[in-house]
Every structure is written in structure tokens, then in C-alpha cells.
Nanobody, 121 residues
Framework: QVQLVESGGGLVQAGGSLRLSCAAS????????MGWYRQAPEKPRELVAE???????KYAASVKGRFTISRDLAKNAVYLQMNSLKPEDTAVYYC???????????????WGQGTQVTVSS
């Protein structure tokens, strides 16, 4: 059973920084890609950033230039460095892994439990 555990959320003033971490444990064979999503109150969950198995990255327009996604495949971990935070970045942040079986026969998603990020003005 694969589990994702997140850490690093908290309360920060506008302009500050936070670093989120997400580590996977369990029987992991292949990681297709890793990503971070967020969900603000009464809003749908949205993609913040993702990184593919080849290392390509993609960012939401609202965070481009301020957030950086990175990974450590040896640790099955993904990180999100968030700089120049704004009040509108306030949300629960979730990590997501798209995984595949050992023979790539099937793929499945795993989500972290979520971590609250609150940016005060």
C-alpha cells in the first residue's frame, strides 16, 4: 500500500517563503509524474505544478516564477519551494503521484493528506 505524507505547511506573511515536502512509502515500482495541487475554500482543486519522469516541469500561470517544483527519486519525494507568497496562495496543498505497476500494466493515482498554507496580508 503506497502512502504519501506531506509536511511543511503553515502560516506566513505575504512575501514570505515556505517549502512543502511529500514523501511516498510502500511498494513503489514506477513514478510517472509528481505534482502539487491546491484547493481554496469553495473553489475547485487546481494544479499548481508538476514534474514528469523525464524531469519536465509545468506550472500554473499564477505561480510561475515564484514556485519551484523539484524531486528526489532516491527518496520518492517531491518538493514545492514557494517564494513571494501572496494571500491568494492560501489553500490546502495536496501532493499527487501518478504511479505504474512494475510492468507498466496499469497506472493509479495517490494523494497526500493535504497541508494548510495560510498567507496573511
Amino acid at each position: 500500500q503506497v502512502q504519501l505524507v506531506e509536511s511543511g505547511g503553515g502560516l506566513v506573511q505575504a512575501g514570505g517563503s515556505l517549502r512543502l515536502s511529500c514523501a511516498a512509502s510502500g511498494s513503489i515500482f514506477n513514478i510517472i509524474h509528481m505534482g502539487w495541487y491546491r484547493q481554496a475554500p469553495e473553489k475547485p482543486r487546481e494544479l499548481v505544478a508538476e514534474i514528469t519522469s523525464g524531469g519536465s516541469t509545468k506550472y500554473a500561470a499564477s505561480v510561475k516564477g515564484r514556485f519551484t517544483i523539484s524531486r528526489d527519486l532516491a527518496k520518492n519525494a517531491v518538493y514545492l519551494q514557494m517564494n513571494s507568497l501572496k494571500p491568494e496562495d492560501t489553500a490546502v496543498y495536496y501532493c499527487n503521484f501518478l504511479l505504474a505497476s512494475a510492468d507498466f500494466g496499469y497506472e493509479y493515482n495517490k494523494w497526500g493528506q493535504g497541508t494548510q498554507v495560510t498567507v496573511s496580508s
